[in-house]
């Protein structure tokens, strides 16, 4: 019988466990109300009952599957939005304007989204709840560890959001009673550091707890290789230059050797990059911590938000997600080279030829096909023509994206996918452990070994044959463009740019699109700026966008909170 390495999935089970959006309108989100109390007396007098609580707080792991765009990464210079809907290609291309009472994009957004501030601390609650509730159990020693370990992952999870996106936050371990504890409930703001040291300890005590195999009984739950692949995310995280500006680097090898000790657990890359993102059940070694739907009903709708506007002649998308020729020049030539290397063989006369397969597999470009029709944005061309206006729908960028849009359904009847949506996977762990062991102690084997890895499985020479003896500083780029690329549309890029101290750079710069005219049989192909006239254009404000402000609620609420809005949000 197959070992089920991957079991950090997450299969949300029972009427409780329901993908968190039942459906989404344009101009209408549903909100599924809470059907998970947990906090009753009976709730932990057996393991059943047990395990149906545990189950409401799994269901509380966003599911972005079912978002009209990649919400992290239309923050950055890989995605714009590519619908004419106002309020969202606003925010989306100028986040700084974002009100401190709202970290939303819309004030009509779900409260499932998993960058809001009081929602996160609502999930936060229910993992208190749990704990405590089976602490206090008479159930087996085995079990309270076993679950115990599972609710304090889904904790540090959700405060390690919390501390990315805003920094240091209160930390809230038991289920707070204003009846019983007064003034106790309002929890002063701890440190950047301090929330990291918690969150750090917390997914150490967590993996002690939890076995590396959960077996068949326990598919779907999360184990020992979750817990530490969050935990070497958060240190490479807390390693990097915004956070670590002194460079200490005990904090790389940290990461390092956190991230190592998951590469020793057995996980492996799928043998298709393409095909990972559909792969379900037990084959699928390197899925490490993902949502999986119970039914295919509740499950992914991504190809009707972010796909392509048409299918030939046939409307398919809204088109929420269009790649930009930034991202588009970082995907490498078939001999592994970029495309501004020497010797790489790239045509800005022809430059789709002769790319990597992950670019035919991810960007929809002008001649590429999807569901077996050519695929053409070239200005005049038809319904993908690109909108250089933003008059409609359509793409701003020429581009629109095809990773992990599922076309085995019925794609035309918005037919939902069995597809998982992915927080971690493996070929992130080799590329963390990749980066932190370069910068702790320069390009050794282990790190071309570790990126050899992805670069077999994309089908293109290894970095061992392409740039052997490289540099620590050449090898952080190398690692950094090939994060990009491997990692697109997957809510990375982000904090990435953040922890870089990149955002303030790449996030003021013009965003460019590819615009293509048909010439003489042939087509000649135009760099733009992909942003309308007249839209605001991209800004990003070093002294404060690298936190979101706490909402004002928040702060109102708290009285220990009153005077620790973060700096510039006053």
Request: glycine share 8%; hydrophobic share 35%; aromatic share 12%.
């Amino acid at each position: 019988m197959k070992s089920i390495i991957n079991s950090g999935r997450l299969l949300l089970m029972g009427a409780v466990c329901a993908s968190l959006f039942a459906g989404c309108k344009k101009d209408d989100f549903l909100e599924v109300p809470n059907t998970g109390a947990i906090s009753s007396g009976t709730a932990f007098s057996t393991e059943s009952s047990a395990d149906l609580a545990l189950n409401d707080v799994y269901s509380n792991l966003p599911d972005l599957n079912n978002f009209i765009f990649e919400p992290f990464d239309s923050w950055t210079d890989d995605l714009m939005t590519g619908f004419n809907w106002n309020i969202s290609s606003q925010v989306a291309r100028n986040k700084t304007t974002i009100n401190s009472n709202t970290v939303l994009w819309y004030d009509w957004a779900p409260a499932s989204m998993w960058l809001d501030w009081t929602t996160l601390y609502a999930r936060v609650r229910k993992c208190n709840v749990f704990i405590e509730g089976v602490e206090n159990s008479d159930l087996s020693q085995e079990y309270k560890d076993k679950k115990t370990g599972e609710a304090k992952v889904m904790r540090a999870f959700f405060y390690h959001q919390l501390w990315m996106l805003y920094g240091g936050v209160p930390l809230i371990t038991k289920p707070d009673n204003r009846e019983t504890d007064g003034d106790e409930i309002f929890h002063a703001r701890a440190s950047f550091d301090e929330t990291f040291t918690f969150i750090q300890k917390e997914l150490e005590e967590a993996a002690a707890l939890l076995p590396a195999n959960n077996g068949n009984d326990g598919a779907g739950k999360i184990t020992r290789g979750a817990a530490l692949t969050i935990k070497g995310w958060v240190e490479l995280f807390y390693a990097s230059k915004h956070n670590n500006p002194s460079n200490d680097l005990s904090r790389w090898a940290a990461a390092a050797a956190t991230n190592k000790q998951v590469m020793q657990l057995g996980y492996s890359l799928y043998p298709k990059y393409d095909e990972f993102f559909f792969a379900t059940g037990n084959d699928n070694n390197e899925g490490i911590l993902y949502r999986e739907y119970l039914t295919v009903k509740q499950g992914s709708n991504i190809i009707g938000y972010q796909g392509p506007n048409f299918v030939g002649t046939q409307w398919l998308s809204w088109g929420g997600s269009t790649p930009t020729q930034e991202l588009v020049d970082d995907y490498a030539m078939a001999n592994g080279k970029a495309i501004t290397d020497a010797g790489s063989g790239y045509d800005q006369n022809n430059p789709y030829a002769n790319r990597e397969p992950r670019f035919k597999q991810s960007i929809l470009y002008n001649g590429n096909t999807f569901n077996g029709i050519t695929f053409l944005s070239a200005v005049g061309s038809g319904n993908n023509a690109i909108d250089l206006a933003d008059a409609t729908d359509n793409t701003n960028t020429g581009y629109c994206t095809k990773k992990r849009m599922d076309t085995t359904i019925n794609i035309f009847q918005w037919a939902a996918s069995a597809q998982n949506y992915y927080y971690f996977r493996y070929a992130e762990v080799l590329l963390n452990y990749a980066e932190a062991q370069n910068e702790a102690a320069g390009p050794d084997a282990s790190v071309y070994e570790a990126l050899d890895q992805i670069r077999t499985r994309a089908g293109i020479p290894t970095f061992t044959d392409v740039y052997p003896g490289a540099t620590q500083a050449q090898m952080r780029e190398l690692i950094r463009r090939e994060r990009r690329v491997e990692l697109a549309f997957e809510g990375k890029r982000y904090f990435d740019l953040i922890r870089w101290e990149l955002a303030e750079v790449n996030l003021n710069k013009v965003m460019h699109g590819m615009k293509i005219t048909a010439s003489g049989g042939g087509y000649t192909y135009e760099r733009i700026n992909a942003i309308p006239s007249g839209a605001p254009q991209w800004t990003f404000d070093k002294s404060k966008n690298y936190l979101l402000p706490i909402p004002l609620s928040a702060l109102g609420r708290n009285p220990a909170m009153k005077e620790h809005q973060n700096p510039g949000y006053n």
